[in-house]
């Protein structure tokens, strides 16, 4: 049976008293430098898919409150939203971010990062410099990345299952895995999809609504130019976010404009972790992951890369691509959802529930301004979300 809850919201605020344990330069360390600055017992591991790119894990294997894991626990695995990488699960800080609740909980923590990151610049025989390097979407995240690092998780471990995580692409390239290598769900404790996209077509980010209606434009100018990759943020707009942004802006107008393409207004947002995000997000992507999305919010199916009606043809066999059927993810899973989340909306995620054969919960987050960043950075995030999933954790 499928539990559907509401969340109950704490009050909100736009200007709050700080209580994250972080510093500007957070902003300007890698995420295992962080994990180590704050005490946890941190570990960098590598594995290669099975189509040559160098992926790259980081590891919380104890905790400074806890100690080593406890290896009667599964494993976690944690995968990140599109331009992020492992620091989103921390960069809000001891006592605060999911990644530190975990490990303190016992349970070891992988941060995964998806091909094309600021961490997996690294391919067996393609340099970082071609096409053929980012000629990939999440597509591709799903069926050799995220299966990739399952692997490694569980030879590294000797266990059968873990649990999985996901935050939006993280959620998108979850569901990829487990419809076209459908074995993968035998793999998976449960499934916990924070802002899920798969669906997108009631997407209602100006931004990016003008940009799918334009997407072939779009494409033809980036592949003209060359353009195929986003780049990661520089050290440099970290320093001006902490020299500027908290003082002047009052962090507002730099939130907005770092935010411009994932939600509207962030009202429980705290500005001293302004210079930590400027510092990791965005954290890189292919030109090609953008342009997927594109097309699921035109075409309104979840479904695999259009690549025209001749190269679809020659490759699918069909003049259109095919969708990505659903009723093969058997894992466990369980939903978590926000109203204000201008990308992946309520109607589209509660399509998406219909869908799943096995989900267990749908939970809206009762605050009504909730948004899909929110889910990484809010200032309530722990009490209204994270500490509801730990519980969904236990016992299994």
Same mark, same amino acid.
């Given at each position: 049976m499928?539990?559907?809850?509401?969340?109950?919201?704490?009050?909100? !605020?736009?200007?709050?008293?700080?209580?994250?344990?972080?510093?500007? &330069?957070? %902003?300007? /360390?890698?995420? *295992?430098?962080?994990?180590?600055?704050?005490?946890?017992?941190?570990?960098?591991?590598?594995?290669?898919?099975?189509?040559g790119y160098i992926l790259e894990m980081h590891r919380l294997s104890g905790s400074p409150s806890s100690g080593p894991f406890d290896r009667e626990k599964p494993p976690v695995l944690m995968m990140h939203g599109l331009m992020g990488s492992s620091a989103d699960w921390i960069l809000i800080g001891p006592q605060n971010a999911l990644a530190y609740l975990l490990s303190d909980r016992g349970y070891d923590v992988w941060l995964g990062n998806a091909r094309g990151n600021r961490y997996c610049r690294k391919h067996a025989?393609?340099? !970082?410099?071609?096409?053929?390097?980012?000629?990939?979407?999440?597509? &591709?995240? %799903?069926? /050799?990345?995220? *299966?990739?690092?399952?692997?490694?998780?569980?030879?590294?471990?000797?266990?059968?299952?873990?649990?999985?995580?996901?935050?939006?692409?993280?959620?998108?390239?979850?569901?990829?895995?487990?419809?076209?290598?459908?074995?993968?769900?035998?793999?998976?404790?449960?499934?916990?999809?924070l802002a899920p996209a798969a669906y997108l077509y009631h997407l209602n980010?100006?931004?990016?609504?003008?940009?799918?209606?334009?997407?072939?434009?779009?494409?033809?100018?980036?592949?003209?130019?060359?353009?195929?990759?986003?780049?990661?943020?520089?050290?440099?707009?970290?320093?001006?976010?902490?020299?500027?942004?908290?003082?002047?802006?009052?962090?507002?107008?730099?939130?907005?404009?770092? /935010?411009?393409?994932?939600?509207?207004?962030?009202?429980?947002?705290?500005?001293k972790i302004i210079p930590v995000l400027i510092g990791h997000i965005p954290a890189g992507a292919s030109v090609k992951q953008f342009v997927h999305y594109g097309q699921e919010v035109l075409s309104g199916h979840f479904r695999q890369f259009d690549y025209g009606v001749e190269n679809n043809t020659r490759i699918y066999r069909s003049p259109v691509p095919p969708d990505y059927n659903l009723t093969n993810v058997r894992a466990p899973v369980v939903i978590h959802y926000g109203l204000q989340d201008q990308l992946t909306r309520p109607a589209d995620v509660v399509r998406l529930a219909r869908e799943l054969p096995n989900l267990?919960?749908?939970?809206?987050?009762?605050?009504?301004?909730?948004?899909?960043?929110?889910?990484?950075?809010?200032?309530?995030?722990?009490?209204?979300?994270?500490?509801?999933?730990?519980?969904?954790?236990?016992?299994?």
């Open positions: 499928i539990k559907i809850h509401a969340l109950v919201a704490l009050p909100f !605020v736009t200007q709050v008293v700080s209580h994250f344990l972080v510093d500007d &330069e957070d %902003g300007r /360390f890698t995420t *295992p430098q962080i994990t180590q600055k704050y005490g946890y017992q941190t570990e960098i591991h590598h594995t290669e898919t099975s189509d025989y393609l340099d !970082v410099d071609t096409r053929r390097f980012w000629d990939f979407s999440w597509h &591709e995240i %799903g069926t /050799f990345d995220v *299966p990739a690092m399952i692997d490694y998780v569980s030879e590294a471990r000797r266990v059968p299952k873990l649990h999985y995580i996901g935050h939006s692409q993280g959620t998108t390239a979850f569901f990829v895995m487990t419809t076209m290598l459908p074995q993968y769900n035998e793999k998976i404790v449960k499934m916990q999809a980010n100006p931004v990016l609504r003008f940009l799918a209606t334009h997407l072939n434009t779009a494409e033809s100018v980036a592949s003209m130019l060359g353009i195929n990759q986003f780049m990661p943020a520089p050290n440099m707009m970290n320093q001006l976010a902490s020299a500027f942004c908290p003082y002047i802006f009052n962090g507002q107008y730099c939130v907005s404009t770092m /935010f411009l393409l994932s939600a509207g207004k962030y009202q429980n947002l705290d500005p267990v919960e749908l939970n809206q987050h009762s605050d009504p301004s909730f948004n899909h960043m929110d889910f990484l950075l809010a200032t309530s995030v722990k009490d209204t979300l994270y500490n509801r999933i730990i519980d969904s954790m236990k016992g299994e």
